[in-house]
Protein backbone atom coordinates (compact mmCIF):
# COMPACT_ATOMS: atom_id res chain seq x y z
CA UNK A 1 0.00 0.00 0.00
CA UNK A 2 1.26 3.37 -0.96
CA UNK A 3 1.15 6.27 2.03
CA UNK A 4 -1.45 8.40 -0.41
CA UNK A 5 -3.56 5.21 -0.14
CA UNK A 6 -3.28 4.46 3.62
CA UNK A 7 -3.98 8.61 3.84
CA UNK A 8 -7.02 8.37 1.85
CA UNK A 9 -8.32 5.87 3.52
CA UNK A 10 -7.60 7.04 7.07
CA UNK A 11 -9.27 9.74 5.62
CA UNK A 12 -12.59 8.39 4.36
CA UNK A 13 -12.97 6.54 7.68
CA UNK A 14 -12.09 9.43 10.17
CA UNK A 15 -14.20 11.99 8.30
CA UNK A 16 -18.00 10.43 8.45
CA UNK A 17 -17.14 10.08 12.82
CA UNK A 18 -16.62 13.54 13.37
CA UNK A 19 -19.90 13.99 11.93
CA UNK A 20 -21.61 11.08 14.12
CA UNK A 21 -19.74 12.88 17.40
CA UNK A 22 -21.04 15.83 16.47
CA UNK A 23 -24.43 14.60 15.98
CA UNK A 24 -24.59 12.62 19.13
CA UNK A 25 -23.40 15.94 21.10
CA UNK A 26 -27.01 17.85 20.17
CA UNK A 27 -30.06 16.83 21.46
CA UNK A 28 -33.65 17.13 20.68
CA UNK A 29 -36.08 19.94 21.89
CA UNK A 30 -37.97 17.29 23.99
CA UNK A 31 -35.24 15.35 25.70
CA UNK A 32 -34.25 19.00 27.63
CA UNK A 33 -37.81 20.84 27.37
CA UNK A 34 -41.14 20.58 27.15
CA UNK A 35 -43.89 22.33 25.35
CA UNK A 36 -46.40 22.34 28.66
CA UNK A 37 -44.19 24.37 30.49
CA UNK A 38 -43.92 28.04 28.60
CA UNK A 39 -42.10 30.95 30.26
CA UNK A 40 -42.84 34.37 29.73
CA UNK A 41 -40.20 36.57 32.08
CA UNK A 42 -38.89 39.70 32.35
CA UNK A 43 -35.18 39.85 32.94
CA UNK A 44 -31.42 41.90 32.73
CA UNK A 45 -29.10 39.89 30.56
CA UNK A 46 -25.79 39.19 32.69
CA UNK A 47 -23.90 37.71 29.61
CA UNK A 48 -24.95 36.22 26.11
CA UNK A 49 -22.37 33.14 24.87
CA UNK A 50 -22.45 33.23 21.12
CA UNK A 51 -21.80 29.24 20.44
CA UNK A 52 -22.89 26.33 18.27
CA UNK A 53 -24.41 23.84 18.30
CA UNK A 54 -26.13 26.67 20.97
CA UNK A 55 -25.66 30.26 21.80
CA UNK A 56 -26.78 31.31 25.09
CA UNK A 57 -28.59 34.29 27.04
CA UNK A 58 -27.92 34.32 30.63
CA UNK A 59 -30.52 36.86 32.33
CA UNK A 60 -31.44 37.94 36.11
CA UNK A 61 -34.77 37.53 37.32
CA UNK A 62 -36.68 38.59 40.17
CA UNK A 63 -39.08 35.71 41.28
CA UNK A 64 -42.02 36.13 43.18
CA UNK A 65 -39.92 36.41 46.45
CA UNK A 66 -37.76 39.06 45.26
CA UNK A 67 -34.75 36.80 45.31
CA UNK A 68 -33.03 37.37 42.02
CA UNK A 69 -32.66 33.80 39.82
CA UNK A 70 -30.16 33.70 36.77
CA UNK A 71 -32.19 31.86 34.46
CA UNK A 72 -30.20 30.35 31.33
CA UNK A 73 -31.88 30.65 28.02
CA UNK A 74 -30.56 28.29 24.65
CA UNK A 75 -31.37 29.40 21.53
CA UNK A 76 -30.32 28.49 17.78
CA UNK A 77 -26.59 27.90 16.80
CA UNK A 78 -24.60 31.37 16.88
CA UNK A 79 -24.11 31.66 12.80
CA UNK A 80 -28.05 30.20 12.82
CA UNK A 81 -28.93 33.76 14.92
CA UNK A 82 -27.14 35.74 12.31
CA UNK A 83 -28.28 34.64 9.57
CA UNK A 84 -32.02 35.59 10.99
CA UNK A 85 -31.30 38.87 12.21
CA UNK A 86 -29.31 38.80 15.61
CA UNK A 87 -26.07 40.97 16.12
CA UNK A 88 -23.07 40.33 19.06
CA UNK A 89 -24.18 43.90 19.74
CA UNK A 90 -27.93 43.34 20.01
CA UNK A 91 -27.88 41.97 23.86
CA UNK A 92 -24.87 43.73 25.97
CA UNK A 93 -25.36 42.68 29.70
CA UNK A 94 -27.33 45.49 31.01
CA UNK A 95 -30.27 45.19 28.26
CA UNK A 96 -33.90 44.43 30.04
CA UNK A 97 -35.40 41.72 27.83
CA UNK A 98 -38.86 39.99 28.07
CA UNK A 99 -38.54 36.62 27.28
CA UNK A 100 -40.65 34.47 25.80
CA UNK A 101 -39.74 29.98 25.99
CA UNK A 102 -40.28 26.63 27.30
CA UNK A 103 -38.70 25.67 30.72
CA UNK A 104 -36.20 22.37 30.84
CA UNK A 105 -37.79 19.39 31.95
CA UNK A 106 -35.90 18.98 35.31
CA UNK A 107 -37.68 22.38 36.67
CA UNK A 108 -34.48 24.42 37.01
CA UNK A 109 -34.10 27.91 36.03
CA UNK A 110 -33.20 26.78 32.18
CA UNK A 111 -35.40 27.25 29.23
CA UNK A 112 -35.51 26.88 25.43
CA UNK A 113 -35.83 30.54 24.04
CA UNK A 114 -38.87 31.16 21.75
CA UNK A 115 -38.56 35.04 21.35
CA UNK A 116 -36.56 37.96 23.44
CA UNK A 117 -38.35 41.56 22.70
CA UNK A 118 -35.65 44.46 23.50
CA UNK A 119 -36.60 47.66 24.93
CA UNK A 120 -37.26 49.59 21.83
CA UNK A 121 -39.83 46.49 20.90
CA UNK A 122 -37.74 44.72 18.79
CA UNK A 123 -38.12 41.04 18.32
CA UNK A 124 -35.52 38.41 18.41
CA UNK A 125 -36.69 35.08 17.45
CA UNK A 126 -35.41 31.88 17.67
CA UNK A 127 -37.81 29.40 16.93
CA UNK A 128 -40.43 26.69 18.33
CA UNK A 129 -40.27 23.10 19.30
CA UNK A 130 -41.66 21.96 16.27
Sequence with gaps: MTHSFKLITAILILA?????NNAL????FAAEFDKEKPVRLIGTVTEMKW???HAWIYVDVENSDGEVVNWA??????NSLIRIGWRPADLPAGTVLEIQG???RNDSPTASLSAATLPGGRKLFSGTPD
Design 25 to 28: AHHA
Design 73 to 78: FETRAA
Design 16 to 20: PMSFF
Design 102 to 104: WQA
Design 51 to 53: ANP
